[in-house]
């Protein structure tokens, strides 16, 4: 069974940093592996992307504040936010496009971690 569990999001203050991880378990192979947030009201928008070749693509608002890694060996993405501003709470989504037990690639998504900044 295919599953994605997230941890580290919380409560920050304004220029505060935090940690986002997300492992990856019950996957055939898996192709990108990215970040996505989505606040209240707002539609579900894409923050940080890595793909398998490790090439990587920010949304505009996180470029030079934000880094996304993986580590293919545990299955695992990250996403690094520094800098953070009361604009980037929200809950977190980690995606991962990928191959379960079935023949097919699919759009996987975990139960997202909810990041809030104060100011």
Do not use: H
Request: hydrophobic share 30%; glycine share 12%.
């Amino acid at each position: 069974q295919v599953q994605l569990v997230e941890s580290g999001g919380g409560l920050v203050q304004a220029g505060g940093s935090l940690r986002l991880s997300c492992v990856a378990s019950g996957f055939f192979k898996i192709n990108a592996m990215g970040w996505y947030r989505q606040a209240p009201g707002k539609q579900r928008e894409l923050v940080a992307i890595i793909t398998s070749g490790d090439t990587t693509n920010y949304a505009d608002s996180v470029k030079g504040r934000f880094t996304i890694s993986r580590d293919n060996a545990k299955n695992t993405v990250y996403l690094q936010m520094n800098s953070l501003k009361p604009e980037d709470t929200s809950v977190y989504y980690c995606n991962c496009n990928g191959q379960g037990r079935g023949p097919f690639t699919a759009d996987y998504w975990g139960q997202g971690t909810q990041v809030t900044v104060s100011s």
